[in-house]
């Protein structure tokens, strides 16, 4: 099968804007890393086995594998009917020896201080291999599925204290005291301190409060794939609100693809239409991540991907949407699709942006984690050391 005659598209944003004036900091490509996404088990949105529990050796011989191909981070997801991710963190942190892990985590689950503690004892565990995720919460059915009943304004207020929460805890040598909208509490010490003195925090969205707090507060922003002129976009926004807040650095960047790539254009399209019609499939049959009756999603991140997805199914090189409605823009799920060179030449584009940080997992967990670790990430690596030092 044919690649779309539409999926090479030119990489002016605009009249008087392209690719190389976007970059904003080239001394920091030489930083960027990798990030994957820890699965307990072999159920995958191409062959989900319902009610699937953790399969213990398929968790060990994934992270292990993501350790031995040079992913820099495996993010560890939170789901109303998931695995508790502090659990499967701490097996992935006793089975590795590089690989950190980014806890996900929603403020209304665990308290501040027993998260910070929590945190950081994990983080003494592993010799500082971890990070913290914040996820404010999209959804208010999701949300309301374990208790949490406030508006999702109230939840990014509850994030900003709970964030600051964190740090003074890991910061305070005495006890101290907290007053606030969302959390009170007196005389509060804890004598766990993380591994280096503090634990990254992450905070990904695409609105507004997003943004403020994020840029704020953050050390990494997350961004799901967009194409080039929003992410230059969004990562603009970070940016300026990191500079109102008075910060002298910003937060790194974190942008999210789901490559579908093979060793020519047509292998890797014929894949791309075997794996929409597989969540097509699923969709359809009540199986996948989003079923054929799921009202609109309500976050802003999923409507910002289906909005776009209405201009074309190919956006820049080799950003495909199809996959994006398929799902209902549930989660991450733009594609990347095309051979190990195109890939590689568009991940390179979002590094030109500012990209720290690019997360890469596929359909097909296990074998495209291997595939990106042996055609991707050494290539995008060899690339940026050749173009920037």
Do not use: C
Not at 24 to 36: D, K
Not at 110 to 130: C, E, F, H, I, N
Not at 162 to 185: D, M
């Amino acid at each position: 099968m044919l690649a779309p005659q539409n999926h090479a598209v030119a990489l002016d944003l605009d009249t008087d804007t392209n690719i190389t004036t976007l970059t904003p900091q080239l001394s920091n490509m030489a930083t960027t890393e990798f990030i994957s996404l820890t699965f307990p088990n072999a159920s995958n949105e191409l062959q989900p086995i319902p009610g699937a529990g953790v399969d213990i050796d398929f968790l060990v011989r994934y992270a292990r594998s993501l350790d031995d191909y040079g992913y820099n981070y495996t993010l560890i997801p939170y789901g109303s009917t998931g695995f508790d991710p502090f659990t499967l963190g701490a097996t992935v942190l006793a089975k590795t020896r590089n690989i950190k892990v980014i806890i996900a985590l929603r403020p209304n689950t665990l308290y501040p201080t027993v998260a910070a503690k929590a945190l950081a004892t994990l983080d003494q565990l592993s010799g500082g291999r971890v990070v913290v995720h914040f996820i404010a919460g999209g959804s208010d059915a999701e949300q309301a599925k374990e208790g949490d009943f406030i508006s999702k304004d109230e939840r990014y207020g509850r994030l900003e204290e709970y964030i600051k929460i964190l740090r003074r805890t890991w910061q305070s040598k005495e006890p101290f005291s907290w007053q606030g909208t969302h959390y009170t509490f007196q005389n509060f010490h804890s004598d766990v301190v993380p591994h280096h003195k503090t634990i990254p925090v992450s905070v990904g969205g695409s609105s507004s409060e997003a943004y403020r707090i994020g840029g704020s507060l953050a050390d990494i922003f997350g961004l799901w794939g967009e194409p080039l002129k929003e992410t230059k976009d969004q990562i603009e926004r970070v940016y300026a609100e990191a500079e109102k807040a008075g910060r002298s650095d910003r937060p790194r960047i974190w942008v999210t693809f789901r490559p579908i790539t093979a060793e020519t254009e047509e292998l890797a399209w014929a894949k791309a239409h075997r794996t929409l019609d597989a969540l097509t499939k699923h969709t359809a049959n009540g199986v996948g991540k989003s079923t054929a009756d799921a009202p609109p999603p309500q976050n802003v991140g999923s409507q910002r991907l289906l909005d776009i997805a209405k201009r074309g199914e190919v956006q820049d090189r080799a950003l495909w949407y199809p996959t994006v409605t398929a799902t209902n823009a549930r989660g991450a799920s733009t594609a990347l699709v095309g051979s190990y060179e195109t890939v590689r030449e568009s991940l390179l584009d979002y590094v030109e942006l500012g990209a720290d940080l690019i997360s890469i997992r596929g359909y097909d967990n296990f074998n495209d984690a291997v595939e990106y670790g042996t055609h991707i990430l050494p290539a995008v690596r060899s690339d940026i050391r050749k173009r920037y030092g």
